[in-house]
């Protein structure tokens, strides 16, 4: 039975049953290894009855019957047989960090102005969710900074509002001091961990 196992970082993979050209007769299915969207490379394991390959390098590809020894596969072959699944994808998670003033749910003049290339962002896609949480330094008690945590996320979900994402859903929650950006005992007062943390999917 044939099969795959990924191994180290994600992996972008895709499989189809395709004809390699000057490689492979007749046709066959067939596992081709892409680079992740920040230019690394994991790996893929193929077991079948033959054994087991592992391709670990950009645009390798392996037969899923194991009948071929790993083997380099040309961009234009790759669009050819996968253009149209590349294509279809959806786009990948987009994430924001804003940072505030001490003690308060005011964002700082640089992070104030990151507010519209966000909302541009979102209105991009063709649905949108978004997440913010609100996260504090250990400067006060865990009990303080949860609440104030989730000031800091209301205030900027009101903010995106107001700039014209009322029909995007948006959810909304504090982490107060724990998942500090910017591990510090307690009692410090770090600006980057006076945050929210912004995902658009």
């Known amino acids: 039975m044939n099969g795959f196992n990924t191994m180290g970082r994600a992996v972008a993979v895709l499989a189809m049953a395709a004809l390699l050209a000057a490689c492979v007769s007749p046709p066959n299915s067939y596992i081709v290894l892409l680079p992740n969207p920040d230019g690394t490379v994991g790996s893929v394991m193929v077991r079948s009855e033959r054994g087991e ?6 645009r390798q590809g392996v037969l899923l019957d194991g009948s071929k020894d790993i083997f380099a596969i040309p961009q234009a072959q790759i669009e050819q047989d996968f253009g149209a699944a590349i294509a279809a994808r959806p786009p990948l998670p987009e994430h924001y960090l804003l940072f505030f003033e001490l003690g308060s749910n005011k964002l700082t003049a ?11 962002r979102a209105r991009a896609r063709t649905t949108a969710d978004i997440s913010v ?23 900027i979900a009101e903010q995106l509002k107001q700039l014209g994402l009322e029909n995007i859903q948006l959810s909304i929650e504090s982490q107060g001091l724990r998942n500090l950006l910017v591990p510090t005992p307690m009692g410090v007062a770090e600006p980057r961990n006076r945050r929210v943390e912004i995902t658009i999917r």
């Open 53 to 58: 390959q592992v391709i670990s390098q950009a």
């Open 110 to 120: 640089e992070s104030q102005r990151e507010l519209p290339r966000i909302l541009d």
């Open 133 to 155: 949480i609100g996260h504090t330094d250990t400067l006060d008690k865990a009990s303080s900074n949860e609440v104030l945590g989730l000031k800091r996320a209301e205030a």
